[in-house]
């Protein structure tokens, strides 16, 4: 078995450890928070202006062009989501453990209060943990969705143009066309 000095030196460094993944799961918390107010401007404000200002600027080549932008803004967006999602868990679990070491050690001793902290914070930083990253998983999904609608919008409208070399190509054919065919900034 280990040497009481190194048993001494590991119990020292979990310990630490409790303080700074209390602190990292309020820190993800916060950002859950702050990507959730994200994620209702990027509904109802960003895609649906995104989509007038593609819509406005209709053309083949644009359209490509913006979908791959598109693409790579959700794909950042997306991950951070993702991120929170896999670390906050983590984070609970490890703020799980830590404490009932020291928690089981005490009630050896016959200190119950100490056990009882203990349990607390352990259940306190797993119910967070989870709850953050529940938020985070529904974010991504909802987000994978969104992106996944407006790029299939944004298809639509390629492909419409791409079709259109045979009609008149004044932008006032264009628009009553484009009008026409039902495209619109929603789907």
Not at 48 to 54: D, F, G
Not at 67 to 95: N, Y
Request: hydrophobic share 45%; glycine share 8%; charged share 20%.
């Amino acid at each position: 078995m280990l040497s009481s000095y190194a048993m001494g030196i590991l119990h020292q460094i979990t310990s630490f450890l409790l303080e700074p993944v209390v602190w990292g799961l309020l820190f993800l918390g916060l950002l859950a928070l702050y990507e959730v107010g994200i994620a209702f401007a990027e509904r109802f404000f960003t895609l649906p202006q995104y989509m007038k200002n593609s819509l406005e600027k209709a053309q083949e080549n644009s359209l490509t062009l913006a979908a791959e932008q598109l693409k790579i803004e959700g794909k950042k967006r997306i991950e951070r989501s993702d991120f929170i999602t896999r670390i906050a868990p983590m984070l609970g679990l490890m703020g799980t453990l830590i404490p009932l070491g020291p928690g089981l050690a005490a009630l050896g001793d016959g200190e119950l209060s100490i056990l009882t902290t203990a349990i607390t914070v352990a259940f306190d930083t797993t119910i967070i943990g989870l709850l953050i990253g529940i938020i985070g998983f529904v974010l991504a999904r909802m987000r994978r969705r969104w992106y996944d609608h407006t790029l299939h919008q944004l298809e639509k409208q390629k492909f419409y143009f791409s079709n259109l070399e045979s009609l008149p190509s004044n932008k006032v054919s264009q628009k009553f066309h484009l009008k026409n065919s039902g495209i619109t900034e929603n789907g």
